[in-house]
């Protein structure tokens, strides 16, 4: 098992990355001047976004510093996959050290020496090709410490482009993608430049919430490392749920654009969990329908001042949200888990309002006081439950 890393990786990154690229979609048909305009326009907007958001939810850098340090990137779909290979990298060294042990000692050799590398660096790729079409934006909780640019392509390149060797664990950085940006403003038919600044509330929620919170990012790698330290490599433990879970995820698959059958798998990652992992699980969960759903809020919170057709923009994105491109679209979503993504900010959100309405936004606010104010994920769908734990 060799590969461009000189066997230091489970996984081709580079492979993974020359195939997302090679599969991934084109994006919108813009000229260069429009191009370099939306371009520009995204910086603006993500530096007025800055402001907006500190003032509605009282939130403030701990440090200049923090705030300089988590950069905003305007990438295309190429830039998106380089990001997240980047951050894959850093997050799932405990697995890849993990499977490296056992392949030391002779074990998993049959099963992971015959997929290899190159035939897991295709599959990432071919999984990242997909979703370089549909994130709008993202805060890359996990990227690589700085340098995070490598030099462009050429003197006039537009986007940022993201570095794809590891540099360690940063600070985080905030992507935005204008291709699908330009792709989603167009399919809805609303105004450009407001949804834009509408993409740039959320978005830039999430790199206030890391910045004003400084335990955050640290709580969340901690679970995530868990969560990847618990992971059971032995092949025949993997292929027994694997087999135990494939009836329910076909009944969950048939059940696509419907209703979706109770105890049914919420995607591949549900399949092959441990009981430990289910356990770290449901904690990730509610914090990250925390933090999905409060953007969401301030988006909707900020908009109406700044954005003066958001009630427009809101109806068509979430009818958008809820119907999914296609039969094939809605599949994916279900296999790969994103449909949970979507609940996320569904129930985050509730959560949220119902404890502003309780307590306002300087009550709510208590929840960033440290992880044992966080909501459980049984407070997330009782937002009384967590005032009378915290607020009161």
């Not at 697995?95 to 099963?111: D, S, T, Y």
């Not at 660096?121 to 999984?127: D, P």
């Not at 699980?281 to 933090?291: E, I, Q, Y």
């Not at 404890?355 to 208590?366: L, S």
Request: proline letters at 6%; hydrophobic letters at 45%; a negative charge.
């Amino acid at each position: 098992m060799t590969s461009a890393s000189g066997g230091s990786d489970m996984v081709d990154w580079n492979l993974a990355v020359a195939t997302a690229t090679r599969l991934v979609r084109p994006g919108p048909e813009v000229s260069r001047a429009e191009a370099a305009a939306v371009v520009a326009e995204l910086r603006r907007h993500a530096l007025a976004a800055e402001e907006h958001v500190r003032a509605f939810t009282g939130m403030r850098s701990t440090s200049l510093a923090d705030a300089v340090a988590t950069p905003v990137l305007v990438v295309d779909r190429p830039g998106w996959v380089r990001a997240n290979v980047a951050g894959f990298r850093t997050v799932v060294q405990p697995l890849v050290e993990k499977l490296q042990a056992r392949r030391a000692n002779g074990q998993a050799a049959g099963v992971f020496g015959s997929v290899g590398e190159k035939a897991t660096g295709i599959e990432v790729g071919a999984l990242l090709a997909f979703l370089a079409t549909r994130v709008l934006g993202q805060y890359e909780t996990f990227a690589p410490a700085e340098p995070s640019l490598e030099a462009p392509d050429s003197p006039a390149a537009l986007f940022d482009k993201p570095r794809l060797g590891p540099d360690g664990p940063g600070p985080g950085r905030l992507l935005l993608v204008a291709p699908n940006i330009v792709h989603v403003e167009r399919e809805l038919d609303v105004d450009p430049s407001d949804f834009r600044l509408w993409v740039c509330l959320h978005e830039e929620t999430h790199r206030t919430q890391f910045t004003a919170v400084p335990w955050l990012r640290d709580h969340i790698q901690s679970e995530v490392q868990s969560f990847l330290t618990e992971t059971d490599v032995d092949p025949g433990a993997l292929l027994d749920r694997l087999r135990d879970a494939a009836g329910a995820l076909g009944g969950g698959l048939a059940g696509v654009g419907g209703r979706e059958p109770a105890g049914a798998p919420t995607g591949l990652l549900e399949v092959v969990q441990t009981p430990a992992q289910r356990e770290i699980l449901g904690r990730l969960t509610a914090v990250m329908s925390l933090l999905e759903g409060h953007a969401d809020v301030v988006m909707d919170g900020v908009g109406p001042s700044v954005v003066p057709t958001v009630a427009e923009i809101r109806e068509k994105f979430q009818q958008r949200r809820d119907r999914g491109a296609n039969r094939l679209d809605l599949l994916l979503r279900r296999v790969l888990g994103m449909d949970a993504k979507l609940r996320q900010y569904q129930d985050g959100a509730v959560f949220v309002r119902g404890v502003v309405e309780q307590v306002g936004m300087e009550g709510f606010n208590r929840v960033w006081t440290s992880p044992n104010t966080l909501p459980t994920k049984d407070e997330i769908h009782d937002p009384a439950a967590w005032v009378a734990r915290v607020a009161r």
